[in-house]
């Protein structure tokens, strides 16, 4: 049983480092479809679900930044009332911070279930006082970076320089806007993985691990192990 958090840098194989982790761990990768599915276990709608991740912040221009506007993310319609005065269709819509309570309240519920790997979103902060959770940042060299970049999206090395340097921004300040972290902070995590150096196959083993010298899930009732 584990749940693993995973910080990564664009280009440094996380990717394939996840897969390997849930394929030989028996771990579950929280995406969209899981926080559909653990929203309807704790009770919140499926049709407020946005997965607000890093992925898909945009840094905020110079006047969001001053006057601390959140911008809209998603709009959608549900309906509200009751059968005694009847329901009405209203729409909603949901800004940044919502978007992240949501995910807030998925990641925690998730983490419940156990056997989950989170790859972004927050995870070394929001479940950074459990300690039976395995947080993990995956590096890489600028330069493996750019390799990868360059053979797995068929980039030049002049794009794949601008998208990390653009994903790099975008990861910093979405975990400092919206969680108060800096992610380049090693005290966040258990493990900085430098996947130039061991490759994913060291990466691995030392992953797998860790994980064994985490204490035991406590059982409602029993004292942590």
Sequence with gaps: MAVITMSRQIGSGSDELAQRLCDDLGLIAFDKRLMARVASEVGISTSEIVDYSEIEYERRGFFDQLFRRSRPVAEFSMWVGSPSVGYERRARILDEHGAID????????????????????GGQAILESKPDVLHVRIVATYEDRVARLQAQQNMTPGQARRYIQESDEAKDEYLRVFFHVDPNDASLYHLVVNTSKLGLDGAFTLIENALASLPARSTAGEPPA
């Design 102 to 121: 949501l995910i807030r309240a998925t990641v925690t519920a998730a983490y419940e279930r156990d056997n989950i790997l989170i790859i972004g979103r």
